[in-house]
């Protein structure tokens, strides 16, 4: 095996710049991380912070040049557009209520848009995004990056190669415990914002981490979506808005499934999964354990596939940096979303065709709409006492 | 610790006859298995099939009197009952549909009964069953015999005792794949019946196994089933009742949870588990790994507590016969439940009173109801589209 | 399937007696268990108990005709071998320094011979125990009872196939906690009879453990100790004999490998494990989740074979009482070990010929003595610096 | 928890220069993977292949100013080191036997060196590395890259605090199957290197992977080898150089162990792991899940710390870039020896002082030589059958 490690990109790195991400956030220090993996990426911009010392000062660390180093994302957007040598993409790791506004600030001004999830915190803003990145013709990526990981991806081809038959069910989770207890109301940033409907939209255990596990469930069995039962609730006395959700899915093609969100399961720190049942086998994949795939045909014994052994399969094979049993994890997997991107970007841009099979790996602004329209079809099942609602876009 | 080897029980058998069981069955050699382990109970009459010659073989292999071999149930109860030393109990593992008939008439001939689940594929039986077994004032129980392991009673104990704080939520499952492919269709004898309404009820997954999980899970919380919404559907082409469930529940007290089943799953044999999230912790157990509980206190690391070892409790110390990591199984389990189901037996009949912890632990005829209650509401939830609907019962 | 549930036994029980295994005793009342699993075998005779009234009393706990309690193995033998139903066999559960005088007593009354392991505590003594048996054309079977789990013998049957091509290495171990404190000093009595030179021999954590690992690599191996370089000491200040056991092996047809013994090594309860490398493929067994048998083929990913599922072979299947996940245990491998044995010596008794691969599953006395001279042969390299010493026998 | 996700370097980045790994090697590129993750060191210049147009082509990929890329080492390290912006360090990632020769020119230089294992192939020139490193009074580092896992140094933190009192055993091992078939005589240039006595040394296998489990027994424990009894040997016939390894081990304070590898392991891509047994508790990491530390106190069950969880010591949280179960792997760890070799060798070239704990985390040309010692001792062993033989250095 050849591995991609993927460096040598010398000349060719994609600019980009980055709305969100200063001093004390989060997510977007993973983001750079992320992107500095493969060397295909370059940060040469940022609107850090709402806050212009902390954006400038957290600009200063990254080594981004003070003058590109913007107190507001509006500005930002308008002057990188016109620079000789502006980014070619923006990243957006604001808190979900900005998502929307960012994203179209930087499409309107002809720049290409890597956005986190969810991609807004309402579906009317989610569909304006579409209908705008088509009419921009503009590339927009959303960071659903658990389709980076090596398995996930090999998982998805074994689905489309028939490996498991026909598909039956998918279940899928992710269950966390950071919320197990009241520290929103004590003023923990990051659980203060994800728990407030201004900023988090109507939904917040969907929004967080319940995307997730549904851009998942959909992207391995690419299957969508049809219809929604849906039991959202709230564990915390107190809380604004719900951190469990209890789903069953309808699917395309007479699937069926559940789908389960939790942030309030002790004993689970971030524990994501997706098991799929099909007439001749199944698959499980974990993210706690990411380099294994579990597979079991009808009939054999089942065997653990494991990244960059004897059972990788292609799509495995083009995103393995290390043999097998040397651990990638989700930094890696988040690069191989980052390298996928900046390919896909740096295509378009340059008026290249793109393999498909490569664009189809990277979810964009229309797979963004679905979690939307997978949360907002929750919320309205839940409130309907469980009815099926309709839950497809596009 | 003292292992509870449990013989040295000569002279204080309880006799029993077995309605069911003969050669080709496969329950019934279970059961007696598990009578036998710990040598509380003595088999002494059956009327072992239906069909008379191998209700007679199967009764000389199995060393019973041949004047004990009963070619009918009815005349099995009638002369039992007149017998000085008569049956003192029953042991039913017929199909499902011949539960409530044949445990009527060893109720009315003042014989107690232990019956396989289902206790009887309609509610109306069911609830007759109840009655009668008030009127009659005998003991009634049912094998949902998962509740024998210890580590599962260690469950229960550990919920009661408040150690992972309020119950928030509750995932059952009992997910296996020997009806992946429509061996019904080609004449399994095993699989034949289960899939025939006429013999199994309204839902053949449920039935054989979904009862399990729910039963397993009330037993291990302390809660009762109150509204479910379930979406009930056949994988395979042609079966003549269903093969998968996935429903949500409403437990009392305002606990939320899942619960599917699954017999078309390739990769799961036979894997039942129940987890179940609380405010101050988690448990999480599974019949594939039967001697380990997980415990998660939130803000510890998770443990997991290994039957003999030193996070065993009283419960589980009651039912060890072997040390931590000398592996008992299925019927060591089943054997706890059929010893604690001999000492509830001997003493009613005796007329002491029997201690109300253990009584606890072993499932009767409510419990049975229960069950039978729970498939009724999952199938009328399943055909109102879901549509939360009530499923207390008693 | 057709699982060898094996009862119906009625009428062909082999009858045995028990020295040792009274109250208080720990492995006589597993033996028991397993000896009543099938209903192949029934006690009918004990002394044991060297305290008469110990003896008498667990004689009447056990339903044990008073007349046929002894309270001298002697008078046992003698007696039995007199009467018209006497004993068809002696299960020996004694502490280790008596195995070889109980022994001798029973083959000299003409009565065959279950003994618990090590076979005796000098070398010398099972040499003469191997001539007496033979002298005697006695059936003399020895409990080294792991070798009854369903997936060691499929593991054994695997490697004869030369499904793992030609053995390289064998890697085996057998790793407990319960003396990590002095609790021999403080009184512990299975404590303080193994750590006592003159009851359990030159070696505690051999005798009492090593010799399962050891035993338990030869068979499914297929191979003969050849030489052992040793480092046996002792982990607790104080404590008489060794506890730890650091091995290196060379086994038949230059076969290398390690073996490690432990009885102080914190979390792990019980843990036995055997390994083998060969040149095309790897087995591995653990006593701790024995319904499972990893397999590794060169060039495909490792798969888990379960007891009871798709990859079972006949030597699983002929073991197997339960489908697939539904756990088998400790005392279900202990009632392999029986049921075979009460076969054995059912046969030679009657004067037909046994099956030769039945024969060859159940260790015997040369089997015994291997164990002992394992035993020596690691004392002496041991106390030569580790150099290789000649671990063959017979 | 702050994570150190530890960007934000600019301007601060060591320039180094690689010797080895142009287009074709492995283990260059991982190397330039680890460097490149946080942000903290530039390669600026190289002699990347014997091969000029191999190291040129090579060099222009990695954005290296062609008038940096060097044909010959010797030729780099007097250049280099008459530049006012020459490299700080040089990385040496060619095949065993130039270690020594290419680091001595470098030392003379006056460069800084980090080093891959095995320090070198003969034990003087691992002692005169040791001595000129000291003369030279310069930072030389070696890539036993394990040390860099966060649960690994937990593990170490833990040990030396008592955690698990005083060490009883230490079981190391490294597994790998990748020599199973003589792919060596089929030229696969990996493995053609180093089964070849005058590139890898007198071992291959303990070498290329020994030396790992035994460095990383050490860092663990904080113990020094005293001496070493082994039985190496060669699986797969014809191979010039032994595949496998069985060791037994004494280590200072009088701690024993086992420490094995192998390359012809069916089942085990890559599977490092030290287990350490104590007095009160026991500690065991495996490099297949690396994020996981297993952690029994003596009386309490066993946990599972997780990296980034509620276990989570100092040394941990010091090298968590993300949150628990969002899974760390190799390159990370190799980042975090990266990060940390950067400090030292910044602090040491400022003349600063470097905190003693984090230079106890970094193996140096002693760890490297005391490598090189234990490689030695074990052949020296294994040639006189087993004989105990001295094994500590410096």
Redesign the interface.
């Known amino acids: 095996m050849v591995?991609a490690?993927a460096?040598?990109?010398?000349?060719r790195r994609l600019r980009v710049g980055m709305v969100g991400g200063g001093r004390g956030a989060?997510i977007g220090?993973?983001h750079?991380?992320a992107m500095?993996?493969d060397?295909q990426i370059e940060l040469v911009a940022g609107a850090l912070s709402s806050d212009p010392s902390n954006a400038a000062a957290s600009a200063?660390?990254?080594?981004i040049d003070p003058a590109r180093s913007y107190a507001d994302y509006r500005m930002m957007a308008e002057t990188e557009a016109t620079r000789e040598d502006g980014i070619e993409a923006v990243v957006i790791v604001t808190p979900n209520h900005l998502h929307a506004p960012v994203s179209t600030a930087f499409l309107e001004a002809g720049i290409d848009v890597i956005c986190d999830k969810p991609l807004s915190t309402t579906l009317s803003e989610a569909e304006a995004l579409v209908a705008l990145t088509a009419e921009r013709r503009r590339r927009f990526l959303v960071t659903l990056n658990n389709t980076g990981y090596a398995m996930v991806r090999q998982a998805r081809e074994m689905v489309a190669a028939g490996e498991?038959g026909d598909i039956?069910?998918i279940?899928a989770a992710y269950i966390q415990?950071w919320l197990?207890?009241p520290i929103d109301a004590d003023g923990q940033k990051q659980a203060e914002w994800r728990t407030d409907p201004a900023r988090a939209g109507e939904s917040a255990v969907l929004a967080d981490i319940g995307v997730h596990a549904f851009n998942l469930a959909a992207f391995i069995s690419g299957r969508t979506a049809e219809a929604i039962?849906a039991?959202l609730?709230t564990?915390v006395p107190g809380r604004r808005l719900d951190d469990?959700a209890?789903l069953?899915m309808?699917w395309s093609g007479g699937v069926?499934?559940?789908l389960?969100a939790?942030q309030?399961?002790?004993?689970?720190?971030?524990?994501l999964s997706v098991r799929i049942?099909?007439?001749?086998?199944?698959l499980?994949w974990r993210?706690?354990?990411?380099?294994e795939l579990?597979?079991?045909?009808?009939?054999?014994?089942?065997?653990?596939?494991?990244r960059?052994?004897?059972?990788a399969t292609d799509a495995a094979k083009r995103v393995s940096?290390?043999?097998?049993?040397?651990?990638?994890?989700?930094?890696?997997a988040f690069g191989n979303y980052y390298r996928d991107a900046a390919t896909i970007i740096r295509a378009h841009r340059a008026g290249t065709p793109v393999d498909p099979a490569i664009a189809a790996l990277v979810p964009d602004v229309v797979d963004g709409a679905r979690g939307v329209k997978f949360v907002a079809a929750a919320v309205a099942s839940s409130k309907a006492?469980?009815?099926?609602t309709p839950a497809s876009f596009g």
Chains 1, 2, 3, 4 share one sequence.
């Not at 399961?265 to 524990?271: K, L, R, T, V």
């Open positions: 591995y490690t460096d040598g990109a010398a000349g989060f220090a993973v750079r991380l500095r993996l060397d200063a660390e990254l080594g498991i039956v069910a279940h415990d197990t207890l039962s039991d609730f564990a469990n209890h069953l309808r069926r499934g559940t389960t939790s309030t399961s002790p004993g689970h720190y971030n524990d049942h099909g007439s001749k086998g199944s499980e993210g706690t354990a990411p380099e579990r597979h079991a045909r009808y009939g054999e014994e089942a065997r653990t596939i494991i960059g052994g004897f059972g940096r290390m043999p097998a049993a040397h651990p990638e994890g989700y930094i890696e006492g469980g009815a099926w």
